[in-house]
């Protein structure tokens, strides 16, 4: 499978930051835009987890993969479509799914 070094994983967060004008920027977004709960807030526990969960669901949304990335992946719906009979379809259901694809 496809692997990515820390590096490409620093340069990805950079590209973010710089489009929002930084972290706080993107902290604005996230809490003016996107009305994120619990943002500008500090967090512990299930909440703090729910919360990164959240902001990982909304960075992904906001990524642009390569082509090379996304190859394959409307046979993987396909394939998540026929396990809506298996159960829940919450976001980590679905990243889950994909992971082990």
Same mark, same amino acid.
């Given at each position: 499978?496809?692997?990515?070094? @820390?590096?490409?994983?620093? #340069?990805a967060a950079?590209?973010?930051?710089?489009?929002?004008?930084?972290v706080r920027g993107y902290a604005r977004y996230l809490k003016d835009s996107v009305h994120l709960p619990g943002a500008g807030?500090?967090?512990?526990?299930g909440a @703090?987890?729910?919360r990164l969960v959240a902001?990982?669901?909304? @960075?992904?949304r906001l990524t642009h993969l390569p082509q090379e990335a996304v190859t394959g992946l409307d046979h993987l719906a396909?394939?998540?479509e026929g396990a809506k #009979?298996?159960?829940?379809?919450?976001?980590?259901?679905? #990243?889950?799914?994909l992971m082990h694809a």
């Open positions: 499978g496809m692997s990515i070094s @820390a590096d490409q994983v620093q #340069a950079n590209q973010l930051w710089i489009g929002f004008g930084g807030l500090v967090l512990s526990g @703090a987890w729910q902001e990982v669901e909304i @960075a992904v396909v394939q998540l #009979a298996l159960g829940g379809q919450s976001w980590e259901d679905v #990243a889950q799914r």
